[in-house]
């Protein structure tokens, strides 16, 4: 039921996250678009800007050449009429000078337009013609020869070429509107695309808000209800952890006893084999003694079966008997501790692990003297409340066994070093040793199980010792090592021992 809820709040979540974001980037692109249709609509409206400007230059300058060319036909006209008046002739000057450069600029200004081109090629024969006949006439006045300059003036029909000139300006001013007429068309297209776009990317904005919002307020109802769920799962969880809790305690706690019963009826008979091996032993010392005197006194009726037996083979079964007792004995001794530690209460305390260590390396300092060894502590080690026995025995057993099972090349140099990772605290022993098996890094944990070469006295029960008090200080213990390399272990811990980790 409690998987069943789970899942089917995190497919709940996960569809409602894909929805999020299936309306995130409907809006996002939406965004873009609208982004990229201002980009679009202000480019457009700038060169439209500069197209229209161009177009008011270019009307400018076809009323600024038109004007000089009526100027300078004014000026002349004026200039046959009164020779006498030099502002005619200064007048007919200025504009006669002025209209190649403004003749030029519009064929500057035109020149990306092949039809306004034509019309200038137009007018610049018509000003060609019209130029030279104008300086023949201020010629001929200048020269006294007014009445031949008003018969050639007669003669040329200005009129009818300035009509022609004027008709070409006319032209080329139409141009200039039909131009302005469709660039003003084609703004107002791109401002409505503008606005088409920005209307569509706020409808679609506005929906992506709308059906957010309406998720976003399913997703809060249904997370709601999840966790009066997940609350009720929780209880239900507590309540169920606490009656496994105790079921494990009870069952905890019937192996000890059944371990306690156990070594304590197996000691029993082991106490009768050790007292007759020794009452063996002491009618073995009677019986060699007597075969000794009767070796002496009456060889002949001694057998060479009875003299070994009495001699060798008694004594040598005698001593297999006392020394298989001896290691039964130990054996039994190390389960009567393991139960009697799986009994004993926890006391936390505030512990000095640097003092700790001190006292542990003090107490081996014979042993240390003796090998050479080397304990150090590296750096500052962290805080810690809980079991003082429980951990001196932990600190104690993984020193030990660095010190013994050291390597035959180099002196021994145990490291003890700690520190914090998130909410645990961790204690590491080090050493350069000659290593552990990385096939054996979990059997060395089981009771009564050894690695490597078995010159070192020991039963195997130390580090299942270890990793047993490190389980019921809340803890665990792992290994890191290989042949030839030396060995870490580290002891992760809670840095509060509390009462639920102690039951």
């Given amino acids: ?242 009656d496994r809790t105790a079921d494990l305690s009870r069952a905890n706690d019937e192996i000890q006893r059944f371990a306690y019963i156990v070594s304590h009826d197996l000691r029993s008979p082991l106490v009768n084999v050790m007292g007759f091996t020794a009452e063996l032993e002491a009618a073995a010392a009677a019986l060699r003694a007597l075969v000794e005197r009767v070796e002496q006194d009456a060889p002949a009726i001694l057998t060479d079966d009875a003299r070994l037996a009495a001699q060798e083979d008694l004594p040598e079964a005698i001593g297999f008997i006392r020394t298989s007792t001896q290691k039964m004995d130990r054996l039994i001794n190390a389960i009567l501790a393991l139960s009697r530690q799986g009994r004993r209460v926890l006391a936390p305390e505030p512990l000095d692990l640097m003092r700790m260590v001190g006292q542990i390396r003090d107490s081996m300092a014979h042993r240390l003297d003796e090998t050479g060894a080397r304990i150090d502590v590296d750096g500052i080690l962290p805080a810690l409340v809980s079991d003082r026995v429980a951990i001196e025995q932990i600190l104690s057993n993984l020193i030990e066994n660095a010190v013994k099972y050291r390597h035959p090349d180099r002196p021994v140099e145990v490291q003890v070093s700690g520190g914090t990772a998130g909410d645990r605290v961790w204690i590491a022993v080090s050493d350069n040793g000659r290593g552990i098996d990385p096939r054996d890094h979990e059997r060395v944990f089981d009771l009564f199980r050894r690695s490597g070469t078995q010159d070192q006295p020991g039963e195997g029960i130390g580090l299942a010792h270890v990793r047993a008090l490190a389980y019921r200080l809340g803890g665990t213990i792992t290994l890191r090592s290989a042949l030839g390399e030396g060995a870490t272990f580290r002891l992760s811990l809670p840095p509060t021992l509390t009462l639920q980790e102690k039951s």
Avoid: C
């Fill in 1 to 242: 039921m409690a998987g069943e809820r789970g899942q089917n709040f995190a497919t709940s979540e996960g569809k409602i996250g894909r929805v999020l974001i299936a309306f995130m980037a409907v809006g996002f692109f939406a965004l873009i678009a609208a982004g990229f249709a201002a980009a679009w609509v202000t480019g457009e409206l700038a060169r439209h800007s500069q197209a229209v400007s161009h177009t008011y230059e270019v009307e400018l300058a076809i009323a600024d050449t038109r004007r000089l060319i009526e100027q300078g036909e004014t000026t002349r006209r004026g200039f046959l009429l009164s020779p006498d008046t030099p502002s005619f002739l200064e007048s007919y000057n200025e504009a006669a000078a002025a209209l190649p450069r403004a003749a030029k600029r519009l064929r500057q200004l035109t020149y990306d337009n092949p039809r306004q081109q034509s019309h200038i090629r137009t007018l610049e024969r018509h000003l060609r013609e019209l130029l030279a006949l104008r300086a023949q006439s201020v010629e001929l006045i200048i020269g006294g020869k007014v009445k031949e300059a008003n018969e050639r003036f007669q003669a040329e029909l200005s009129s009818t070429r300035l009509g022609e000139i004027r008709a070409v300006f006319d032209a080329m001013a139409r141009e200039e509107r039909e131009l302005l007429a469709a660039r003003d068309a084609q703004q107002e297209r791109s401002i409505g695309l503008f606005y088409t776009v920005l209307a569509v990317a706020g409808v679609l904005l506005v929906a992506v808000a709308v059906a957010a919002l309406l998720v976003v307020v399913r997703y809060t109802s249904d997370l709601a209800q999840s966790r009066e769920q997940l609350q009720q799962l929780n209880e239900s969880l507590e309540a169920i952890v606490v």
